[in-house]
């Protein structure tokens, strides 16, 4: 039992008792539960979420996610930062459209991904792009070490759903090799209403691994269970943005991000950096909340230890348990 001295309505703090049973509303940090005291009157209970509420509103309002970050570290003593960070989904290299790239940019972006602790990372293009990354990765290597910035970097391909996907898959494994004669990168768009299942069984048939890139972003796909469960059973491997765990607009998302995160469902978390613009893209942050969900070690597992077992062209762990809790997601 603790109390959370909280500001509500009319300026006046408002100190509510808050039992063990609790849960993070990710896209907000804002703790809440319910009256912990089990003979509490249905009447009192009523009253207790109702002013929690105005106090919700009030937090979410007026705190930024720094100091909230900052306030959940109090209440756990410290909060959990990376000691190693590993991106599995960069957009560092600044391809224009001309086939030209956007230098100055590129370093200013690797300088960041450098600050913040990524010590590898994978750039990721999009199949119209393969010639591009393919010719520019070692003039951007040599950049790195000229410029100081401890970083190093492996090209791959992201595909997209369409009927060339199989002669795109061929061609990605002949220039890049590596990585590519194992895995598959599938980004699934938010808009896409197509069945993902049947695409990721026949890449098993050809010796393939699937990775899901941002499939909890398509509304559609998350309110699937069937087709999650198929694409589990062909080894689907699921990789998470970083700007879907920390976006305090879509609690849905959020909501859906954590219980993949518990279920061990997930297996990479990435920034995508340079690709999202209007996105928050700190993959340290996401560890902090990943770490609050299932424990420094899976975070750890999730934010640099499978990204390097990737990179390296290494078989990814799955997870043990072989039944979903789906239901919880769509609530």
């Known amino acids: 039992m603790f109390t959370i001295g909280v500001k509500g309505e009319g300026g006046h703090p408002n100190s509510r008792s808050f039992g063990t049973k609790f849960r993070f509303c990710a896209h907000?940090?804002?703790?809440?539960?319910?009256?912990?005291?089990?003979?509490?009157?249905d009447v009192a209970r009523q009253l207790h979420c109702q002013t929690f509420n105005q106090s919700r509103n009030f937090w979410e309002a007026t705190v930024t996610q720094s100091q909230e970050l900052a306030i959940v570290g109090l209440l756990w003593n410290s909060v959990v930062t990376p000691s190693k960070l590993?991106?599995?989904?960069?957009?560092?290299?600044?391809?224009?459209s001309t086939g030209s790239v956007d230098w100055p940019k590129t370093l200013r972006l690797a300088k960041k991904a450098a600050d913040q602790g990524i010590g590898h990372a994978l750039i990721v293009?999009?199949?119209?792009?393969?010639d591009v990354v393919h010719r520019r990765m070692p003039h951007l290597k040599s950049l790195l070490v000229s410029h100081g910035i401890p970083l190093t970097v492996q090209a791959a391909v992201e595909l997209s759903m369409g009927t060339d996907l199989f002669e795109r898959v061929v061609r990605t494994?002949?220039?890049?090799?590596?990585?590519?004669?194992?895995?598959?990168?599938?980004?699934?768009?938010?808009?896409t209403?197509?069945?993902?299942a049947p695409v990721v069984e026949s890449l098993k048939r050809m010796n393939l691994k699937t990775i899901l890139v941002a499939p909890e972003r398509c509304e559609w796909l998350r309110s699937k269970p069937d087709e999650w469960q198929r694409m589990t059973a062909a080894g689907a491997l699921i990789q998470l943005s970083s700007a879907s765990i920390l976006d305090?607009?879509?609690?849905?998302r959020v909501r859906f991000c954590r219980q993949l995160v518990r279920d061990h469902r997930c297996h990479f978390v990435a920034s995508e950096s340079g690709r999202h613009h209007d996105l928050p893209i700190s993959l340290a942050d996401a560890f902090t909340m990943i770490a609050g969900w299932a424990g420094?070690?899976?975070?750890t597992t999730v934010c640099h230890d499978n990204a390097i077992r990737l990179i390296s062209n290494e078989p990814i762990e799955m997870s043990t348990r072989t039944k979903l809790r789906l239901h919880r997601w769509l609530r």
Do not use: K, N
């Open 28 to 41: 907000s940090w804002v703790l809440y539960g319910w009256l912990a005291e089990p003979e509490a009157s």
């Open 86 to 96: 590993a991106d599995v989904s960069s957009g560092i290299l600044q391809c224009r």
């Open 125 to 130: 293009a999009d199949a119209s792009m393969i």
């Open 173 to 191: 494994s002949t220039l890049f090799e590596g990585l590519h004669r194992r895995y598959v990168l599938l980004r699934i768009p938010p808009e």
């Open 193 to 196: 209403r197509m069945t993902v």
């Open 248 to 252: 305090r607009t879509d609690p849905a």
């Open 296 to 299: 420094e070690e899976f975070a």
